[in-house]
């Protein structure tokens, strides 16, 4: 399986500007700029996308790891820090929620450390990976 994205930029970069989309078409033509890079206006930019991306393979994964150990949660909520310092991307810090009442909080914390590293997304990011876990149970 492919998946396949797509970015155009135009002009200088700090004058500059871009727009990218993904091939299904639930992201389409959306400016990105210098001033949204690095500068905190409003707006898209790939550390977020990266963030969005690792939020959503690690909540994914963690669901498939808690399945194997027969849990089925009611939910669990993802949010991702990217660093992104000296032109690189250094950390990603993310801090997870699970509920899933009644369950061994082990089996939870030990689904979530191999989610952690397993994670298609965890593994191609050559950096800090944090994990701040929240069970309720």
Same mark, same amino acid.
């Given at each position: 399986?492919? !998946?396949?994205?797509?970015?155009?930029?135009?002009?200088?970069?700090?004058?500059? @500007?871009? @727009?990218?989309?993904i091939?299904?078409?639930?992201?389409?033509?959306?400016?990105?700029?210098?001033?949204? !890079?690095?500068?905190?206006?409003?707006?898209?930019?790939?550390?977020?996308?990266?963030?969005?991306?690792?939020?959503?393979?690690?909540?994914?994964?963690?669901?498939?790891? &808690?399945?194997? !150990?027969?849990?089925?949660?009611?939910?669990?909520?993802t949010?991702?820090?990217?660093?992104?310092?000296? @032109?690189?991307?250094?950390?990603?810090?993310?801090?997870?929620?699970?509920?899933? !009442?009644?369950?061994? @909080?082990?089996?939870i914390?030990?689904?979530?450390?191999?989610?952690?590293?397993?994670?298609?997304?965890?593994?191609? &990011?050559?950096?800090?990976?944090?994990?701040?876990?929240?069970?309720?149970?």
């Amino acid at each position: 399986m492919k !998946r396949s994205a797509n970015a155009v930029w135009e002009g200088s970069i700090k004058e500059g @500007k871009g @727009k990218f989309g993904i091939a299904s078409g639930a992201i389409a033509e959306t400016p990105y700029s210098f001033k949204t !890079r690095f500068e905190g206006t409003p707006g898209a930019n790939p550390e977020e996308l990266i963030a969005a991306a690792h939020a959503s393979c690690f909540s994914m994964a963690l669901g498939a790891q &808690l399945g194997e !150990r027969g849990i089925t949660p009611e939910s669990i909520e993802t949010i991702c820090d990217v660093t992104f310092e000296n @032109k690189s991307l250094t950390k990603s810090a993310l801090t997870t929620k699970v509920t899933a !009442r009644g369950a061994d @909080k082990a089996k939870i914390e030990e689904a979530a450390a191999a989610a952690k590293a397993g994670c298609p997304i965890s593994k191609v &990011l050559e950096l800090e990976i944090a994990l701040d876990l929240k069970i309720v149970n």
